[in-house]
């Protein structure tokens, strides 16, 4: 465990980043948002990661984002930075500015434009970074998907020791459960594993999952806070039967639009729990207004409202 004793464990929203009809952010809505998901009872909260659409924001804008989570949470509950840039030179500063903004971890994808070709690589740019907060507890963010960085997840874990010592944990947005399972056991567990797929929630608590960071958690944490506590009590049929509830969801936010309005979509469900965030950044995609007239409709159909919120 880090020297600090930093470990999260429960529910950690990967949160939006609000903006005007304009596109600009829209730091008004930030404390608003924050209070939804302290009364939710999430357990940390994740900045400007995907769901934040940290990539799509300037340095700047992704520092006002950082301040103003931090001072709206006020010290509740942890505020994990995501800082990873295409420039480690500007991603340094993103990590230097969080730890002097309050935050309680940063995190970090690794570039993606001029690709990470080896592990050895991939530790020299991180060992740049989170030099910006030698104070902070560092997670890598794992997210193959989304950056066609496929590491040997267990490997890297059992280097970072000597080339990280800052290195906590993953927060890992992966598929593969037994690569996931194989972290956990990584030096006795010392590493704190966060599982990031919403959708799988269930497998990530039987592989041993610590905790979980979703994008659906910014509208939907009471169904996924009763799979922990179902899954927690050995009421495995019920926590199978909740987590077939979140396969819904997730596969109708898909369905609704394209691959291309799926951020689209969740940013346009916290409109439909009067949450509005605004529009999402190209090259992603908004849904249009039918679609969003849709997408109410087909929530209200599998009863979302119902068991989503409650």
């Known amino acids: 465990m880090h020297k600090g004793g930093f470990w999260i464990e429960g529910l950690v929203p990967a949160v939006f980043t609000p903006m005007d009809q304009e ?25 400007c990661g995907s769901t934040g659409e940290g990539p799509s924001l300037s340095t700047d804008e992704r520092k006002a984002v950082t301040e103003a989570y ?10 994990i930075v995501q800082v990873g840039h295409n420039s480690i030179r500007q991603a340094f500063l993103l990590a230097k500015h969080a730890q002097k903004s309050g935050a309680n971890a940063i995190s970090s994808i690794p570039p ?9 690589v991939l530790f020299d740019c991180l060992e740049e970074i989170v030099v910006g907060a030698p104070d902070l507890p560092f997670y ?11 590491i040997n997840a267990v490997e890297f874990l059992s280097q970072s020791t000597e080339r990280l010592p800052s290195m906590v944990g993953i927060k890992y947005s992966d598929f593969k ?32 999952a610590h905790g979980a960071v979703g994008s659906t958690f910014n509208f939907a944490a009471p169904l996924y806070k009763r799979i922990l506590e179902t899954f927690q009590a050995g009421e495995i049929a019920e926590a199978r039967r909740l987590q077939s509830l ?19 979509a969740l940013k346009a469900m916290m409109g439909l729990i009067a949450l509005d965030c605004g529009p999402i950044r190209l090259p992603q ?18 009863g979302f409202f119902e068991w989503g919120r409650v």
């Open 140 to 150: 890598y963010y794992h997210i193959p998907r989304l950056t066609s960085l496929n």
């Open 112 to 120: 993606t434009y001029f690709k990470v070709q080896s592990l050895k």
């Open 70 to 79: 931090i001072e709206a949470v006020n010290g509740r509950i942890p505020v």
């Open 177 to 208: 459960i037994f690569e996931f399972q194989a972290c956990l056991d990584v030096e006795d567990g010392r590493f704190n594993m966060l599982f990031g797929s919403d959708e799988m929630l269930l497998s990530g608590l039987v592989a041993g």
């Open 285 to 302: 995609l908004n849904l249009t207004p039918t679609q969003v007239k849709l997408l109410k409709q087909q929530m209200e159909a599998i």
């Open 23 to 47: 596109g600009e952010i829209n730091l008004k809505k930030v404390k608003p948002i924050v209070e939804h998901l302290l009364d939710d009872g999430v357990n940390a909260i994740y900045v």
């Open 246 to 264: 979140s396969v819904d969801l997730v596969g109708l936010l898909e369905t609704v639009g394209s691959t291309e309005t799926f951020s689209g």
